[in-house]
């Protein structure tokens, strides 16, 4: 029996809930989500949404920040639409309950790295899981939306798996998805007419990362499989304060902090980052990691700290209760009289899904939406808290292009067969997926983290390229497990990042490598990875 959709979302982050909700008014939407609806990357956000909300603030200002942050690799169209859109998306979450934070009754906005005025509205310091709980409450009360949790995606269905091998040059459309329904052990389809990947992020493709266990890259891994380009895999935002010694995923120390006033010593107690950039603690994120980084490579130490101590204790309890609750009771670190530890960890990338300024992927009925995609907006450098922002603005326009094609809306859906997992057995030895994720996330942290070599990166194809090969034999004789997708999904993009890393003969923003110290202008364009794998 099949189940058809006009649309199907995979993903209950910020990007699909908001696309969700406004396309259940258009027809019968699914969401696909691996673990339960509140597990995303939105609901780990700290920091907040950036939106030009001031009367000291103006669009022009918002743009010429990000696209100093993007370090010249920004398409400017996709960040005028951006900025002069994202106002308007805010103001429509609030409209759906969720509870910003205000002084006196006026959004109380805050200042991050790399912003030249005040412009993030948040919900103190816990911005995402108040936004994910108010468009899961939205979402509950649609009739029209229906959601599926513990279903995590396979493979996307294109014309490969409705007749075989596609004729040379013909465009692609993509009709659904197969997914693993984990509670019954089984890979079923879903079709749709329109298929939205909003999957989120990758860092678990890293040892220390601020990203939740489900952050495997699957929207990723699952486009370029099918057929789909891929760019700007190499920029890969590494967060330069994550609590030191705090687990998987690490605890995020908000970018806020430092904005709050928040300084950044060595063990030693100097305050060192304006040995690095004029803006010191302000620098954007790419800055500040590196600098940190260096520092750490210089005295050998395992950390250096962030000081709020200067600071009034109240103000700072309640300008981020969430931190330092969770710093004080589960930590044992009171923040308001010491500093606090921490370490860069991998936090964001920039890279994705290639799309236009309407979503759209390079295979027809297929939108790529949030951290998944590539819009053009970050380039480099991610400036803070624009990825929330870009979620809601391009989910926004992504139903807007699909509103307006009345032919696609009404397509007919290919038939498709199911799930063909005959010839597989299960195996005994899941250990070997536990040891090659450890290898992955090693060879990946050690070798194309914050500062890269082409030896590194060299080295770091080799082994990956060996994993990746073992895997997806693995895959092909075994039956589909969660752990087996996700590692397939990894090393995938593992590969991706490398080969990416690898074609940048220089350093730009998050890309930093010791061959090429040097920002080109001959490198001023996105590394894309077409369809057939080619890096252009």
């Not at 027809?27 to 030009?52: D, F, H, P, R």
């Not at 993030?120 to 509950?140: K, N, P, T």
């Not at 692609?172 to 890979?187: E, F, P």
Request: charged share 25%; with cysteine.
């Amino acid at each position: 029996m099949n189940e058809e959709y006009d649309f199907i979302v995979i993903g209950s982050g910020i990007a699909g809930l908001s696309f969700a909700l406004d396309a259940s008014r258009l027809g019968s939407v699914l969401i696909l989500t691996k673990k339960s609806s509140a597990e995303s990357n939105t609901n780990y956000a700290q920091g907040g949404i950036a939106a030009v909300l001031s009367p000291d603030d103006t669009p022009e200002l918002h743009v010429r920040d990000t696209i100093s942050a993007g370090v010249g690799l920004c398409h400017a169209e996709a960040v005028d639409v951006l900025v002069r859109e994202g106002p308007d998306r805010v103001r429509e979450l609030m409209n759906r309950g969720v509870a910003f934070t205000r002084e006196n009754g006026v959004l109380d906005l805050g200042l991050e790295g790399g912003h030249s005025r005040r412009r993030i509205v948040h919900a103190r310091d816990r911005s995402g899981s108040e936004i994910e709980r108010a468009l899961l409450q939205a979402v509950s009360a649609e009739p029209g939306i229906v959601v599926r949790e513990n279903h995590l995606a396979v493979d996307l269905i294109t014309q490969h798996q409705e007749r075989g091998p596609g004729t040379p040059g013909e465009r692609l459309r993509c009709s659904g998805v197969y997914a693993l329904d984990a509670s019954a052990g089984a890979v079923k389809k879903f079709l749709s007419r329109s298929t939205i990947l909003c999957t989120g992020g990758l860092g678990q493709v890293y040892r220390h990362t601020t990203n939740p266990l489900i952050a495997t890259g699957d929207g990723v891994a699952m486009a370029h499989r099918a057929g789909a380009a891929v760019a700007n895999m190499e920029f890969i935002q590494f967060h330069p304060t994550s609590l030191y010694d705090s687990g998987s995923p690490a605890f995020l120390i908000s970018e806020a902090i430092r904005g709050f006033g928040a300084v950044l010593r060595n063990m030693r107690g100097d305050e060192f980052m304006l040995r690095y950039d004029a803006r010191g603690a302000l620098a954007p994120r790419d800055i500040v990691a590196r600098a940190i980084d260096a520092e750490l490579k210089k005295t050998g130490d395992d950390y250096v700290h962030l000081d709020l101590t200067h600071l009034k204790a109240d103000s700072i309890r309640r300008g981020f209760p969430h931190i330092h609750q969770t710093c004080q009771e589960k930590f044992g670190l009171d923040i308001t009289s010491a500093p606090i530890p921490v370490v860069p960890a991998a936090h964001y990338a920039c890279g994705g899904v290639v799309t236009d300024l309407h979503g759209r992927t390079t295979i027809d009925h297929l939108y790529a939406l949030g951290e998944v995609a590539m819009t053009g907006v970050h380039g480099a450098n991610r400036l803070a808290s624009n990825s929330l922002l870009e979620a809601v603005v391009f989910a926004h326009r992504a139903l807007g292009d699909i509103r307006s094609d009345r032919a696609a809306r009404a397509r007919k859906l290919p038939v498709i067969p199911g799930w063909d997992d005959s010839g597989t057995f299960d195996p005994e030895e899941w250990v070997l997926i536990e040891h090659n994720r450890r290898e992955i996330q090693q060879t990946m942290w050690d070798y194309v983290g914050i500062i890269r070599s082409t030896h590194r990166l060299e080295r770091a194809q080799r082994r990956i390229n060996l994993v990746r090969e073992e895997i997806e034999t693995f895959f092909r004789r075994t039956t589909v497990v969660e752990g087996l997708i996700e590692l397939r999904n990894l090393a995938t993009v593992a590969d991706l990042i490398v080969r990416s890393a690898l074609a940048r003969k220089e350093s730009r923003g998050l890309h930093y490598v010791t061959d090429f110290p040097e920002t080109r202008d001959e490198w001023l364009s996105d590394t894309v990875i077409d369809a057939d794998g080619r890096v252009a």
